[in-house]
């Protein structure tokens, strides 16, 4: 078992910052990969980014892009995402997730085995 805590969602401004974390706990000795999803309201979970379990390569949505930046700190067991000229329509809940068992994708929900609670972030216009 694994276990995710996002913590860092809150309201921001367009073109401010916010920085997620997610601290993952259980099964210590694994080291998966790990990614980021959002939800709008009324939308499907979507990817985000990801990083693999060495901390490279990482994978963006086009979306994303050039604003957020994911990372890790295996001694601390966290990942980040960093975002920054955040807009209106970044407005979601966030997620981060765990893949385990290395299904050879990435970019849907069915291929993480663990997902935290998720944090809100509001973007105001």
């Known amino acids: 078992q694994v276990q995710l805590v996002e913590s860092g969602g809150g309201l921001v401004q367009a073109g401010g910052s916010l920085r997620l974390s997610c601290a993952a706990s259980?099964?210590?000795?694994?080291?998966?990969?790990m990614a980021w999803f959002r939800q709008a309201p009324g939308k499907e979970r979507e990817f985000v980014a990801r990083?693999?379990?060495?901390?490279?390569?990482?994978y963006y949505a086009d979306s994303v892009k050039g604003r957020f930046t994911i990372s890790r700190d295996n001694a601390k067991n966290t990942v980040y995402l960093q975002m920054n000229s955040l807009k209106p329509e970044d407005t979601a809940n966030y997620y981060c997730?765990?893949?385990?068992?290395?299904?050879?994708?990435?970019?849907?929900?069915?291929?993480?085995?663990?997902w935290g609670q998720g944090t809100q972030v509001r973007v105001s216009s």
């Open positions: 259980g099964r210590a000795f694994t080291r998966p990969a």
């Open positions: 997730a765990a893949d385990i068992t290395f299904s050879g994708s990435m970019y849907y929900t069915r291929d993480y085995d663990y």
């Open positions: 990083i693999s379990a060495s901390g490279v390569p990482t």
